[in-house]
């Protein structure tokens, strides 16, 4: 019985996988935004990210 | 005048009373018993003797277990049918703590005698042995039977405390025995040892349903309380063929991941390399040339390759669809640290990074580009390279991880079930205090 439900549970894990690989899914945390106007071609600096107020760091020991 | 022969004397039916107390006793093993007891009187009879003789004589508690099969219960056990016979009660003491266990007598006329034990709802069905184990006395003592090892589990002296009905043996109350108890579960070897004379049998674990079931007995049987010495773990067997199923699959994942290897485009459509000035004030950002992704919906990889040196550059990117206005907003920091101290030399971070955009659809493309820097650091040079449908190699381990959750917690639930087991025998995993 729990042969039967981890192969199905290992099935579906691995079909998933196929599709995420096929798909390009990816763990990186990205910002979706719809209907970018065609003007940032010509003044990039009019689009903000919203990433801009990240807080860097500065790192070293 | 001759008499003639004497004609043989008419056969009497002889009804059995207690010799102590007059009451009626019911004889069920048909002659085969040794020791009969008086449920009235509690006299241990000699079942031998044509006048019942009284071996021994013992008082009962008054709140005395009676037996949860009451003597004369047929059922049938492995096809064959037995009566209930005997019943007695056992008793070893282990840390000073006393703990006992029934054992039911069951006699089929043509099968001979078959025991049950009880402890605490757990139930083995046990027979003599015919053959002598051979037992291992190196290291953890083992016996071999059949073919199988067994584990010693315990050794204790074994009292008798209550006895009714029939038995095969001079049975005594108080009388008492060796008990050495070897388990490969379902199944357990038991010696038992009275001087000289030594007694194998061999248990093997029943539910207490199925004992229900075999005698017919009404409401239910006593809830199993614990894991006991040979009882079958639920999920041994199970946890192995959860393992032979996860290398299935992790072989499966092996050729999957080599498939897509060879399937992926992984092939880049653009490169650039650019000039940061953090000095210089003024709009940073720009976008690049266009670019084409082909194919079908796939992610995007853009690796930004820096020349910095104790230092840091953070880059705004959006991914943008010349065609549908889509973007995809994601920064990226890129940072490389190094130098000596008391431990020795030491680096943090990396001069490179890539990250994958998932699922992105075909189309033209072009990327916006917002670098910063802290001002000072001058000039940073670095590199965009984008390629089209890479191989993420972190969601094969991110599904070998979730393959092996199960298969581990099946484990560690079979190893737990494993430690109580053990915890009472006299090799428990942990040995508390300083007991030897």
Redesign the interface.
């Known amino acids: 019985?729990?042969?039967s439900l981890?192969?199905v549970?290992?099935a579906v894990?691995?079909a998933?996988?196929?599709v995420?690989?096929?798909?390009?899914?990816?763990?990186?945390?990205?910002?979706?935004?719809?209907?970018?106007?065609?003007s940032?071609?010509d003044n990039?600096?009019a689009?903000r990210?919203?990433?801009?107020s990240?807080h860097?760091?500065?790192?070293?020991? | 005048m001759s008499a003639g022969p004497t004609p043989p004397a008419k056969p009497q039916v002889k009804a059995l009373n207690c010799p102590g107390c007059g009451a009626a006793l019911t004889a069920r093993s048909l002659g085969n018993a040794v020791t009969i007891v008086c449920d009235s009187c509690h006299s241990i009879l000699d079942a031998k003797d044509p006048n019942l003789q009284i071996l021994q004589r013992f008082k009962v508690a008054t709140d005395e277990a009676r037996p949860l099969i009451p003597l004369g219960t047929r059922g049938k056990i492995r096809g064959t049918d037995y009566e209930v016979i005997g019943f007695q009660r056992r008793t070893i003491h282990v840390d000073g703590l006393p703990y006992s266990w029934h054992e039911y007598v069951l006699f089929n006329p043509y099968k001979g005698f078959r025991y049950l034990t009880e402890y605490n709802g757990h139930w083995n069905d046990v027979s003599i042995l015919k053959a002598l184990p051979e037992v291992h006395r190196f290291g953890t003592p083992t016996v071999s039977y059949l073919g199988e090892t067994y584990k010693h589990f315990q050794t204790a002296q074994a009292g008798t405390s209550f006895v009714l009905g029939e038995f095969p043996w001079q049975v005594r109350v108080s009388e008492s025995a060796v008990v050495t108890d070897y388990v490969s579960p379902p199944r357990v070897l038991s010696s038992e040892q009275t001087g000289n004379e030594v007694t194998w049998s061999m248990g093997e674990y029943i539910t207490g349903k199925d004992i229900w079931r075999a005698f017919r007995l009404s409401g239910s049987p006593p809830d199993a309380v614990g894991v006991y010495e040979n009882q079958p773990s639920p999920m041994g067997a199970q946890t192995k063929a959860i393992w032979v199923a996860f290398a299935g699959f992790l072989l499966l994942v092996v050729v999957m991941m080599i498939g897509f290897d060879i399937i992926a485009n992984n092939k880049q459509v653009f490169t650039g390399s650019y000039r940061y000035d953090s000095n210089q004030r003024g709009e940073a950002s720009f976008v690049t040339d266009e670019f084409d992704l082909t194919g079908h919906t796939s992610n995007v990889e853009v690796k930004t390759t820096t020349d910095v040196n104790n230092r840091w550059i953070y880059l705004n990117y959006a991914l943008i669809s010349e065609d549908t206005g889509k973007a995809w907003d994601f920064g990226r920091e890129v940072s490389y640290y190094h130098g000596y101290d008391s431990d020795g030399s030491w680096t943090e971070g990396g001069q490179n990074d890539s990250v994958a955009v998932p699922s992105v659809p075909a189309g033209r493309y072009y990327l916006r580009v917002e670098p910063e820097g802290d001002p000072g650091y001058g000039v940073t040079y670095y590199t965009i390279t984008v390629k089209r449908d890479v191989p993420q190699y972190s969601l094969y381990g991110l599904a070998l991880l979730a393959l092996l959750i199960p298969a581990v917690l099946l484990t560690w639930r079979t190893l737990s079930f494993e430690h109580l087991r053990w915890a009472e025998s006299d090799h428990p995993p942990i040995k508390w205090g300083n007991d030897e």
């Not at chain 1, 995420?20 to 065609?38: D, H, I, T």
């Not at chain 1, 990210?49 to 801009?52: A, D, G, M, V």
């Open positions: 019985m729990m042969r981890y192969l549970y290992g894990v691995m998933v996988l196929g995420a690989q096929f798909q390009g899914w990816s763990l990186a945390r990205m910002n979706e935004v719809k209907n970018v106007p065609r940032i071609r990039p600096g689009y990210s919203i990433y801009s990240y860097h760091y500065t790192g070293g020991k």
